[in-house]
């Protein structure tokens, strides 16, 4: 049953039903390709590219998320955070099985956030990876907060007073998000529908959150373990504001301890804006 403002409150921890997803090499690939990935072992069909852990879970992570939220708020749903765990690398040709279950709703003042765990398994039941997608729901009307939130990743401000080890500067190009929906199975009509966009009060077109996460996920690896990107063992983020197609991104990474880097991505200079914030990469 539905709360007094509409929210599925019963739906919280409660597991979706296994799904299965095979992965086919020719979409990994054409993952890595949607997202002007550079590394070798994703271009080839290796391994698939970290961020593409979403896929399989794309489907099943809206049905959970959203089923928590009144119908009317479904459309305006902004990917919030995202906090990948990786067990292993997704290898082209396996099949896997996902489940999802909403794990929280908490009330801002501009919206509503719904926390889902996402389990991506192999066939001998190992886990994969791990998931917590933060969907914000904005305009959503909710008091207080219930279950639990993903966690923690925060980005210590001090660290913008040191030099970065590393700073990367990408450009989405005009067609990004045409070529990534595809890929990403993710055809939300905010990514591909200028008119659509601004009716649900954004500027136009935006990039898929997920397509800008996976952008700063092959800048870190080609900065630290190109070679080897099986040594990527968690990404968090925190997504600030949408990224536009033609927009450059300048991101900077600190090395706070072995193998752990604190990071934010910036957008154009003339917009003054982080679209990336509370970044975490750990590595092996």
Not at 133 to 138: L, N, S, T
Not at 203 to 223: D, M, N
Request: hydrophobic residues 40%; charged residues 25%; negative net charge.
């Amino acid at each position: 049953m539905a709360t007094d403002e509409g929210f599925h409150l019963d739906q919280l921890d409660k597991w979706t039903d296994e799904q299965e997803f095979k992965v086919e090499p020719d979409q990994t690939i054409a993952y890595a390709k949607a997202t002007n990935d550079p590394i070798a072992a994703h271009l080839d069909g290796t391994y698939a590219p970290p961020v593409f852990a979403v896929v399989p879970v794309t489907a099943i992570m809206a049905d959970a998320t959203m089923g928590v939220v009144p119908d009317e708020l479904m459309m305006r749903i902004l990917h919030g955070e995202h906090d990948f765990r990786f067990h292993r690398p997704i290898v082209p040709g396996e099949v896997l099985t996902v489940r999802a279950k909403p794990i929280g709703v908490e009330g801002k003042e501009s919206g509503t956030v719904v926390t889902t765990l996402l389990e991506t398994r192999d066939s001998s039941g190992q886990l994969v990876n791990e998931q917590y997608f933060i969907g914000f729901f904005r305009g959503g009307a909710f008091e207080g907060n219930v279950g639990r939130k993903s966690p923690e990743h925060s980005f210590a401000v001090a660290l913008r007073d040191t030099d970065p080890a590393f700073t990367v500067v990408q450009t989405f190009d005009e067609d990004q998000t045409y070529r990534y929906a595809g890929p990403a199975g993710d055809p939300m009509p905010i990514h591909l529908d200028d008119d659509f966009a601004k009716a649900m009060g954004l500027p136009g077109i935006i990039i898929h959150g997920l397509c800008t996460i996976a952008f700063t996920s092959h800048a870190l690896l080609a900065e630290v373990s190109a070679a080897d990107p099986t040594r990527l063992k968690r990404l968090a983020v925190r997504m600030s504001k949408p990224a536009l197609p033609n927009e450059t991104i300048t991101s900077k990474f600190w090395n706070t301890s072995e193998g752990v880097y604190a990071f934010e991505t910036a957008g154009d200079e003339k917009a003054g804006k982080y679209v990336i914030t509370d970044g975490l990469a750990e590595f092996a």
